[in-house]
């Protein structure tokens, strides 16, 4: 079992910048992929980001150049690093965690992004 905890969302303006951060209660070395899935409302949820125990990242598209995900391993903690945020950044975010077979949630944190 490994249990996530989302901090960092809140309101930011236009062009602003956030920097979410998800803690494990498990050593993130022991999780193949971690990432950052966002949802916003009447929407799907998407993957926006994920890096590989072995440090490999993975962006869609829209995020490229602006968000970046890292890990500090002693922490056991994942970031994500959001610059130049948009209003169709605005969504509630969540940690997932996948290790083997299995696959965790955090409770998600909410991004608004408004003037």
């Known amino acids: 079992q490994v249990q996530l905890v989302e901090s960092g969302g809140g309101l930011v303006q236009p062009g602003g910048s956030l920097r979410l951060s998800c803690a494990a209660s498990?050593?993130?070395?022991?999780?193949?992929?971690m990432g950052w899935y966002r949802q916003a409302p009447g929407k799907q949820r998407e993957l926006v980001a994920s890096i590989t125990s072995g440090g490999r990242t993975n962006y869609i598209d829209s995020v490229q150049g602006r968000f970046t995900i890292s890990t500090d391993y002693a922490k056991k903690t994942v970031y994500l690093q959001m610059s130049n945020l948009k209003a169709e950044d605005t969504a509630v975010y969540y940690c997932?965690?996948?290790?083997?077979?299995?696959?965790?949630w955090g409770q998600g944190t909410q991004v608004t992004v408004s003037s």
């Open positions: 997932n965690a996948k290790r083997l077979s299995l696959e965790y």
């Open positions: 498990a050593s993130i070395f022991s999780i193949g992929i």
